[in-house]
């Protein structure tokens, strides 16, 4: 298990290190907030706040983000040729995808948590 971790703190740092991880969590909010506010303009005639918009919204955003960030991982790896290193350590192939899952999952979570002030 302490593989995995390593895996996922690495890819984590990854993300972090680059500007990917920050755009791709400004595009989310950026998207949620704008679209829940133009088609969840209820809230002022209703004095009720309504999040059914902004979980539909979500939904689509996510729905775009997670692939884009998934697909980076393993792609990176192969372009940059440490795919192979990976392979030849002590590391089975299962802890390679749970780590990049992990580390995607985590950056998902951050984004859906930066959503809390909506």
Do not use: H
Not at 93 to 98: K, R
């Amino acid at each position: 298990m302490s593989k995995v971790w390593i895996i996922t703190k690495r890819e984590l740092a990854s993300f972090f290190d680059s500007l990917i991880a920050y755009v791709m969590i400004v595009l989310f909010l950026g998207l949620s907030g704008a679209f829940t506010w133009l088609f969840g303009s209820d809230v002022f005639f209703i004095n009720q706040a309504n999040m059914q918009v902004f979980f539909s919204i979500a939904f689509w955003s996510l729905f775009f983000f997670i692939p884009a960030i998934t697909m980076r991982m393993i792609a990176e790896e192969n372009k940059a040729g440490t795919i192979e290193l990976l392979i030849t350590k002590a590391v089975t192939d299962s802890q390679i995808v749970w780590g990049k899952f992990l580390a995607c999952l985590i950056l998902v979570l951050i984004a859906l948590g930066c959503t809390l002030p909506y």
